[in-house]
């Protein structure tokens, strides 16, 4: 047994198994017999199995250097250390979509565990067949398409190795993985969306798919937020957030996936907005497709592109048959769909709404600019850009409305304003305006001042919401105000979750504000020994050397910086700027830049260029950027709100939520 | 002194070996380049990236823009006459930032556009259900009520187990 014939044998029987378990769950739909399904599920865990045989097949063709492998031969190489070969798996095309693949058969599974259970037998045959059908899809793709097994006819001794720049930091272990849970886990939502249409129940599953919704939404948050993170660290020009095309496909899923978790909030607890729903996660489900069309495609420049080829034609293929299926049967059964009441604007499900309304034309929005340069070409056969400049500009409105209601919904009650709320408006309403005060008055861009004084307002919605929930309880219950928090905090989690996240985007919209306004950057050619003032700071070349290490050469400038004046607080240090050479890239260097991170200014070295002949100067580079680190600091407090509402303990109650909140 | 310096002719050799002839020279050290060189290339695409600014590249063609650009603002060029000068080389698609006018003026009202599209599926959404909830619950089509007894006979019992 070769590693080669194991994963080929493997994807086969897992295809199989995906099929089987469509026909059966197909079956148990139609013949409305129990008997099909129960034998349906057993194909879930199978097919989980013989994907976890091929992934492993892989990696141990990795392992093993068997360039027998076409993947192992171009994508690996004999030198690469021990965590770079184990991730090596989605360092290109083939591999990810066998991760792809591995992770929807582990979603299957768990759908598969509760069909009977929570998900009733009349809507656990239909989501079944939907998430088989999407595994026969991945696991086709990958023995007709892209064969992540296709043999070398003459081995080599050594493979290429993987894209150096995706060896240059461990986030290349996270940031994949974390992105694909998301993407794959909106299938679900999906699959419980084909079923609830399909079967004609179309209020029962909204809770359940919340629920599954917010694990996607989690795992994509933590995705952008370390993506963000990364290309910080490592594609040295200070930024975090490019609008590269690819990047707006992960946008794009999360936008409209926030929308649905938000309106159906308001079915889960009035009844309202059932075909919106429909649509928003059909919408969710198929942007990720499209997505995945994107990077593999070809048909966009982008940083992240994978291939080109036919698979990129295979996934548009797909996206239009997903798009078919969800807005088929929505227009099939729209005409039954009841809505039990009337949207008022004034109240928290029309901010709910008018928030959803935002996030759906900021996804919009993305599409169409992502996409404008190609429609352009194709019609006009002219060339134009759309790019960061444009997104970030039209970003401003879109994001201070939705900042806005984000305030604004959860105060407002379910049905009609009260004084009560009338008085916290206020109390947000002026937070607003001294913030923009206090940020005008320290001379602030009109931006940024809006920016604080929007931070302002959300911590004064959390703050009044929470208050006002311990001081009732305190007084109820007798208890102390701490204990009165604590219960609070234990026994809704749902909303004190929420509110955990509100604050991580409010706190992550005020770091973008400043990081994006004022980022310094500015380059300089030092001799050694030469010193440079900028920015506050004092920044000297000691020296420039050179070191080999394992599968790569680096240039090293160290740099003594001490901090001249508040500007440069924080600044002082020594920091090793480099360069990294690998054989792979020929004498392209990818820099590695040092980035000394504070709560005002992080400061950013790169060592842009060096003299060749006798290292006596480098060019440097450095970038100051104010409160980045919140930036990082609000997607952890956005993850964390994520995993205290999902803790196990609050799912399967939505008993609960027909009791007033606090 | 944490870093061994080894001989110039060891020097040479260590990165020679790896990366070959491509690396050997450079003439001179790149331009010193102000904050607002940076922010002026961010604007401009870099003509031969995957989708990279003028300011993030590091192809020669970006760094070379950024000279030029280095160079005209010495020259007391503005801003908007620099970026005038990439257009008359590149055309409009060297801007990141599209021109608002033409074809690329409706990417700037994208936002109203998706707004009102949004707006108007919601609108018609809502004034439909409001006609069928006018046209009053009590008649339940035939199918619904076909489809209902069906489901009453529920599902057949798993004779399994």
């Known amino acids: 047994m070769t590693p080669g014939l194991l994963g080929t044998l493997a994807l086969a029987a897992t295809l199989l198994f995906s099929v089987l378990g469509l026909g059966l769950s197909v079956l148990a739909a139609l013949l409305r017999d129990r008997r099909y399904l129960e034998a349906a599920r057993r194909f879930a865990p199978l097919s989980l199995i013989g994907a976890l045989a091929a992934f492993g097949a892989l990696e141990w063709a990795l392992l093993t250097n068997d360039f027998s492998v076409a993947y192992v031969a171009d994508n690996h190489s004999l030198e690469d250390p ?16 066998l991760l792809w693949g591995t992770l929807q058969t ?65 986030m290349m272990a996270v940031h994949p993985v974390l992105m694909y849970l998301g993407f794959v886990g909106l299938s679900v939502p999906f699959a419980y969306a084909v079923a609830a249409m399909v079967a004609r129940r179309y209020q029962s599953w909204i809770f359940e798919t919340r629920w599954w919704t917010l694990v996607a939404w989690g795992f994509l948050t933590a995705a952008i937020f370390a993506g963000k993170w990364w290309s910080y660290e490592i594609l040295g020009w200070g930024g975090y957030w490019a609008w590269d095309p690819v990047e707006n496909a992960s946008i794009i899923p999360w936008f409209l996936a926030t929308a649905f978790l938000h309106t159906a909030q308001v079915q889960e607890r009035k009844g309202l907005f059932k075909g919106w729903n429909f649509a928003f996660i059909t919408l969710a489900f198929a942007a990720t497709v499209f997505g995945t069309f994107l990077t593999r495609s070809g048909v966009i420049q982008s940083v992240h592109a994978f291939a080109d080829g036919p698979v990129g034609t295979v996934f548009l293929g797909f ?30 499900e029309g ?32 060339k134009v850009s759309v790019g960061a400049p444009f997104f970030n500009q039209v970003s401003v409105p879109l994001g201070v409305f939705m900042l806005l209601l984000m305030g604004i919904g959860p105060v407002l ?122 920015h506050g700071l004092e920044a000297r070349l000691l020296s420039v050397g050179v070191r080999q290490e394992g599968n790569r050469v680096a240039v090293i400038a160290p740099l003594e910086v001490r901090a001249l004046n508040r ?21 392209q260097p990818i820099a590695t830049p040092v980035v000394k991170y504070s709560p005002y200014n992080d400061y950013y070295f790169v060592l842009e260029e060096f003299d060749r002949e006798k290292g006596s100067w480098a060019t440097l580079k450095i970038i100051v950027t104010p409160m980045v680190l919140w930036l990082w600091i609000a997607g952890a407090i956005v993850v964390l709100g994520t995993l205290y509402i999902l803790w196990p303990g609050t799912v399967g109650a939505p008993a609960r939520s027909a009791l007033p909140q606090t | 002194m944490s870093l ?66 280095a160079e005209q603002l010495a020259q007391g060029k503005s801003e908007a006459q620099i970026k005038a000068y990439f257009v008359q080389r590149y055309g409009d698609w060297i801007l990141y930032d599209p021109p608002r006018h033409g074809a690329t003026l409706w990417i700037w009202l994208s936002p109203l556009l998706g707004l009102g599209l949004l707006g108007w599926v919601l609108w018609r959404y809502q004034s439909r259900l409001r006609q069928r909830a006018q046209m009053a619950s009590a008649e339940v089509p ?16 798993n004779t399994d187990r």
């Open chain 1, 319 to 348: 996206l239009l048959l997903t798009l078919l299926v969800g807005f088929g049967l929505l227009s099939k059964v729209g005409s039954e769909l009841r809505e039990a009441g009337e949207v008022r604007w004034v109240s928290r």
């Open chain 1, 106 to 170: 582990l979603y299957t599974s768990l759908v598969s565990a509760r069909a009977g259970q929570s998900l009733d037998v009349w809507r656990a045959p239909i989501a079944l067949a939907t998430l088989f059908a999407i595994q026969v899809f991945f696991f086709g793709v990958m023995s007709l398409v892209v064969h992540p097994f296709d043999p070398v006819a003459n081995p080599p001794a050594d493979g290429r190795g993987p894209n150096p720049l995706l060896q240059n930091h461990w």
């Open chain 1, 82 to 97: 021990l965590w770079v070969t184990l991730v090596t798996p989605w360092a290109a095309l083939a591999g990810s979509i």
């Open chain 1, 567 to 587: 500007d440069g607080w924080a600044s002082s240090g020594r920091y090793e700027t480099r360069l990294n050479f690998y054989t792979q890239m020929g004498g």
């Open chain 2, 4 to 69: 061994r310096r080894p001989a110039l002719l060891g020097w040479m050799l260590a990165i020679g070996l790896l990366v070959g002839l491509a690396f050997a020279q450079n003439s001179s050290p790149p331009p010193d380049l102000s904050s607002r060189v940076y922010d002026i290339a961010r604007e401009l695409r870099c003509p031969v990236c995957q989708g990279e600014s003028a300011a993030e590249s590091n192809a020669d063609i970006s760094v070379e823009m950024r000279r030029i650009i």
């Open chain 1, 413 to 534: 009650p379910w049905r009609q304003a009260t004084s009560e709320v009338v008085r916290n408006l206020i109390a947000m309403g002026s937070a607003l305006g001294v913030g923009v005060l206090i940020g005008l008055l320290l001379s602030l861009t009109p931006g940024v001042a809006l920016a604080i004084g929007l931070f302002a307002y959300n911590l004064t919605a959390v703050g009044l919401m929470v208050g006002q929930g311990i001081r009732e309880r305190s007084r109820a219950l007798g208890i102390s105000r701490f204990q009165a928090f604590l219960a609070l905090a234990g026994q809704n989690r749902r909303r004190f979750g929420s509110h955990l996240v509100h604050l991580g985007i409010a706190l992550a919209a005020l770091a973008i504000a400043f990081s994006q306004t004022y980022r310094f950057t500015e380059q300089k050619t030092l001799n050694v020994g030469g010193t440079w003032q900028t």
């Open chain 2, 142 to 157: 035939e199918e619904e009520i076909q489809r209902l007894e069906a489901e009453l006979e529920g599902p057949k019992p």
């Open chain 1, 351 to 382: 901010a709910l709404l008018a928030g959803a309304l935002f996030f759906g034309t900021f996804a919009f929005v993305v599409v169409l600019g992502t996409l404008w340069p190609l429609v352009i070409e194709a019609v006009l056969g002219a």
